[in-house]
């Protein structure tokens, strides 16, 4: 965090000398909270995409079964996410020898963390298409009051009013927190051997007992989702009249973007622990090659983290891999099998 003069300074830029009435409408509308709901639904966009990776990985690792995510599941319930997410997960689970290996198993069906991970994915999907709508029709939109027209008409109007944002935001902070939430799940199944069939806590054979493996891990996103659960309470409904209730209701916009920005580094912490775990979870199956994609992601990420032979902070670990999605290189990595599909 910096002051505005230092920010200025650092990309060498001077402060910007104002007209007649732009400070006004600099602070006046909603310029705030729709530059800040931006920013987060530019990196929301990237973290599903990321999110689809870190399950497909952990479907690997449980050897669930990939056929939920049939394409013709997806056209008897048309939900534009739906059919997005079961595309993508097709394209990184392709050619998958683990799920050859257990093609005639004893299992019926899985947990709904992982067979119902296109309809919750691509909800989340269809909910940030909403907001990116909303959002930019909002950046190209005149929030001023009053606002003074060619004709020389002054109209005395409520554009600055943050409404449509704010139940927008309030919908992306709904959304990445059911991507943690869901995602949790996950972490949760790979840690139990009666879903997994892994090692209790994924820990390696032969370290059981002196060892809690990755059970911190689950406590630390488990935290992390409760606390995205409290956050996702709409701030638009809430409203406190000021200004002798001449200014009697307002949306609550910026408050509602600064839950949105929370939730979603939450959520990414989220999906890096999945990640770190499903990580750990495949390493069990070193003779079975999983899904290319699966195994692209497996391998680069290989070259930043290793798998848990003993217990150690994984702390390191969850941050370098937050530091690949933020600076977008695991989406790189998946990119390819997104554009394939």
């Not at 230092?6 to 509308?29: D, H, M, R, S």
């Not at 097709?90 to 067979?115: F, P, W």
């Amino acid at each position: 965090q910096m002051t505005g003069a230092e920010a200025l300074t650092a990309a060498c830029l001077k402060p910007i000398t104002l007209k007649a009435k732009e400070g006004l409408a600099l602070v006046n509308g909603t310029q705030l909270m729709t530059a800040l709901g931006v920013l987060t639904l530019i990196e929301a966009k990237k973290l599903v995409d990321v999110a689809e990776a870190s399950a497909a990985m952990a479907i690997e690792a449980m050897k669930g079964s990939h056929a939920p995510f049939d394409l013709r599941v997806a056209d008897l319930r048309p939900h534009p996410g739906h059919r997005e997410s079961s595309i993508i997960l097709k394209a990184l689970l392709a050619d998958s020898a683990i799920a050859q290996s257990h093609a005639d198993c004893h299992k019926v069906q899985d947990a709904y963390s992982m067979r119902c991970i296109p309809q919750v994915h691509g909800a989340v999907r269809d909910a940030i298409k909403q907001v990116e709508n909303v959002l930019s029709v909002e950046i190209n939109a005149v929030t001023d009051n009053p606002l003074v027209f060619p004709d020389g008409s002054v109209v005395s109007q409520g554009n600055f009013h943050g409404e449509p944002v704010a139940m927008a935001l309030d919908m992306l902070t709904i959304a990445l927190s059911e991507l943690a939430s869901i995602s949790e799940r996950r972490i949760d199944k790979l840690m139990n051997p009666v879903f997994s069939e892994l090692p209790a806590f994924l820990v390696p054979d032969g370290h059981e007992g002196l060892n809690s493996g990755m059970m911190i891990l689950h406590y630390t996103t488990a935290s992390l989702v409760s606390e995205n659960k409290i956050l996702s309470h709409p701030a638009v409904v809430d409203s406190v009249p000021t200004s002798n209730d001449k200014e009697d209701h307002v949306s609550m916009g910026a408050t509602a973007a600064r839950k949105a920005a929370k939730v979603l580094t939450h959520t990414r912490w989220v999906i890096a622990s999945e990640l770190m775990a499903s990580f750990q979870g495949l390493s069990f199956h070193p003779d079975l090659q999983p899904g290319i994609g699966v195994q692209a992601v497996y391998q680069e990420l290989s070259k930043h983290i290793s798998k848990m032979s003993a217990d150690r902070s994984l702390h390191p670990d969850i941050q370098k891999i937050d530091h690949l999605i933020t600076t977008g290189n695991i989406h790189t990595w998946i990119q390819p099998f997104i554009d394939a599909s």
